[in-house]
């Protein structure tokens, strides 16, 4: 086990494109990082770079504090699951998992080999396939098989690459509690790449969140969702979506700060305002749960908020959430914004609609126009031409990583006194 | 249920019109290779009396100088042309399926059109050059032109089954500890191996079967093939024809064939739609 540390980390392909630009990441040990972003944004590469199958171009790579730049990756000692896997079909179930200790020879005997393999088989519930061949495994298998391989190594640390991309829904969320509770329980380093949202929110300790090459942000998930640093992040991070709604701080005739938008005014708290004071246009995010009917809101939290009207355009019943939609007109100032947010996100345009999540109860109807609640201390604001967050609390985001890391501490420990 | 009796009995039938039309000529020159001199102009299918005279003649007769070193010769021959058209095929297939270099489809095409280039047009401008130069009625003479033959359709065939081949196994066994020659042999090689076997036996057929490149470019038995020295075969007298003891060299020569396909068919029917559907 060791830690993986990353400085100022490019990759340059032969046309000058840099696939990933000067990327730095501490990466603790025993820690589980992943790496998130819509494809094309380097995150593969910069995996590969760690594991060995790809050079550096500029940057210091270390691994348990020794620079590995130019060692080959069977020096790295790191164990990887690919994301097709990458089993030897000629070789049987049992050899699969066994194959890294046949290749270092002299290193392991028969028993311990036999041993090590029918641990790991017990672990991850392949124990009755270990004679069939790769071919004749179901896809959730498969991947075990690879993880099979990757735990008998006693690597410093386990890369994952899109492990999960290749299953169905079902079995994805299966494999992944069954990720999380592993590296838990071993403990070891673990990089695991993946567009997936949900992945990276439920996997890591941190999240790293690239776009073309560019670290974004790197913090705990409940940071990055508390607490995004620019719109990118405020926008990938979350399902629904972030809504961004254009709007002009201002002070109301009855005197408050607020937010003119295509909706109608947001009353704002001060610092909020005061952050989006001095643009001519920002963009006020806010998730579709900081939104509630204003008939559902007690008395008491009301006031913290603001209500508007609006009429809606239609509604999902989920069962255990419900979605009003809401049609507005854009602001010319900032539909180039999104609509390049949109295509950094690889997601399709993004429509001038709101998404607010509604009481699942609630019987509103599209077409029915209803009374909302927006709770206003939690919008941030964004300055469309930077994508800056104007509104982020670093303090307190930093305190949610912190904890974050408290925690996986905590299980740790509880790992341990479990006995491993 | 009629339906499928039906369309069973449809095909069967037209597979056995097939075998029947291709296998026709085999058959009769099997049963013209027991016939003895008397009954080959009887006019009759089937031999009179069975008799192992052609054979006799061709292994240990007065032929059997003529046969034995041609067959010595093919062999020789056709395996040296196979191993080399392999070799090279598999290091040119191996480039083609995994480096990107320019000209990449420029090896190809001509690989192609080296393949569809008429054999017969060629030999006569051969034949000169080689008397020129001394390859004139050598092994080497032989072995050369065969790879024309032998190495496009080779080529096609490898690349198209290198491409097939999840490449990622070499990356996932080095990270796994090998070295590059370990990762390659252990982890690309016995997919591989099959792919060039394949291709072997194919290029061993084709190079095992020429008849033009033999006759022509070939004078004695210093590397004459089997089907050019059928040839060249004579009857017990000048008035006989050698009809026996060409049946029973024609079906020895075969033998090897029949049997490699019998083994190794489905190999080959893989590895040929492999070459024709993907290439």
Request: with cysteine.
């Amino acid at each position: 086990m060791a830690s993986i540390t990353l400085n100022n980390i490019v990759k340059e392909y032969d046309d000058g494109f840099p696939a990933v630009n000067d990327i730095s990441i501490d990466i603790e040990d025993g820690e589980f990082v992943i790496l998130v972003g819509p494809s094309g944004c380097g995150k593969s590469t910069l995996l590969r770079m760690i594991v060995g199958l790809e050079d550096v171009t500029s940057g210091e790579l270390r691994i348990g504090g020794d620079v590995v730049n130019d060692k080959p990756p069977r020096d790295r000692n790191l164990a990887m699951v690919f994301q097709n896997y990458a089993l030897y079909p000629h070789l049987t179930v049992f050899e699969n998992i066994a194959f890294p200790m046949r290749l270092a020879k002299g290193k392991f005997t028969q028993e311990e080999v036999k041993d090590k393999v029918q641990r790991a088989a017990g672990m991850l519930e392949l124990t009755e396939h270990l004679d069939r061949k790769p071919a004749n495994l179901s896809g959730g298998q498969r991947q075990r098989v690879a993880m099979g391989r990757a735990i008998v190594r006693e690597a410093n640390a386990f890369l994952f690459d899109e492990p999960l991309s290749n299953l169905d829904a079902k079995l994805r969320g299966q494999m992944r509690t069954e990720i999380s509770q592993l590296q838990r329980r071993l403990n070891t380093t673990s990089v695991y790449v993946t567009h997936d949202q949900t992945e990276a929110m439920t996997l890591g300790d941190r999240v790293a969140v690239l776009k073309r090459g560019v670290l974004q942000q790197i913090a705990s998930p409940r940071e990055l969702y508390e607490q995004p640093a620019n719109l990118f992040v405020a926008g990938f991070i979350g399902a629904p979506s972030m809504n961004f709604i254009p709007g002009t701080v201002q002070r109301s005739s009855t005197g408050a700060m607020c937010l003119s938008t295509p909706l109608g005014e947001i009353e704002l708290p001060e610092h909020i305002a005061a952050a989006g004071q001095d643009k001519d246009v920002v963009l006020a995010g806010a998730r579709p749960e900081f939104f509630e009917e204003a008939s559902q809101v007690r008395e008491s939290r009301r006031a913290r908020g603001s209500v508007f009207s609006a009429e809606l355009s239609h509604v999902e019943w989920l069962g255990n959430e419900q979605y009003a939609y809401i049609s507005y007109e854009n602001d010319p100032r900032v539909a180039e914004v999104l609509q390049n947010l949109a295509a950094d996100m690889d997601t399709d345009e993004l429509r001038t609609q709101l998404v607010v999540a509604v009481d699942a109860m609630s019987r509103v109807r599209g077409g029915d126009t209803a009374e909302l609640w927006v709770d206003a201390g939690r919008i941030h604001l964004f300055d469309p031409a930077t994508g800056e967050n104007l509104t982020r609390d670093a303090e307190a985001g930093s305190e949610l990583t912190r904890q974050a890391a408290e925690d996986r501490r905590r299980d740790r420990e509880r790992a341990a006194a479990n006995g491993g | 249920m009629s339906v499928t009796t039906k369309t069973r009995l449809g095909w069967a039938i037209a597979a056995v019109l097939v075998l029947g039309y291709s296998l026709f000529p085999v058959v009769a020159i099997f049963a013209n290779s027991f016939k003895t001199p008397g009954d080959l102009g009887n006019q009759r299918f089937w031999p009179t009396s069975w008799t192992l005279a052609n054979y006799e003649m061709i292994f240990v007769g007065q032929a059997q100088e003529l046969f034995l070193t041609a067959l010595r010769n093919s062999i020789g021959i056709t395996l040296i042309a196979t191993f080399i058209a392999v070799v090279l095929a598999t290091l040119c297939a191996y480039a083609i399926a995994r480096l990107d270099f320019p000209g990449k489809r420029l090896v190809l095409g001509a690989a192609l059109a080296v393949s569809i280039f008429p054999v017969i047009s060629v030999v006569t401008p051969l034949f000169n050059v080689w008397r020129q130069i001394g390859l004139y009625d050598t092994w080497l003479g032989l072995i050369i032109p065969y790879l024309s033959l032998t190495l496009p359709i080779s080529i096609w065939t490898l690349s198209a089954f290198f491409r097939q081949i999840p490449w990622d196994l070499e990356l996932a066994a080095q990270v796994d500890g090998a070295t590059q020659w370990q990762a390659f042999r252990k982890a690309i090689v016995p997919l591989a191996a099959p792919g060039v076997f394949t291709t072997a036996i194919i290029a061993f057929f084709i190079a095992w079967n020429d008849f033009v490149y033999g006759i022509s470019l070939t004078s004695t038995e210093a590397a004459r093939p089997v089907p050019a020295a059928l040839a060249f075969f004579t009857g017990a007298s000048q008035f006989e024809q050698p009809t026996g003891a060409i049946s029973a060299a024609a079906i020895v020569v075969t033998i090897p064939v029949v049997v490699l396909v019998l083994l190794f068919q489905r190999q080959i029917v893989s590895g040929l739609t492999q070459g024709a559907v993907k290439g």
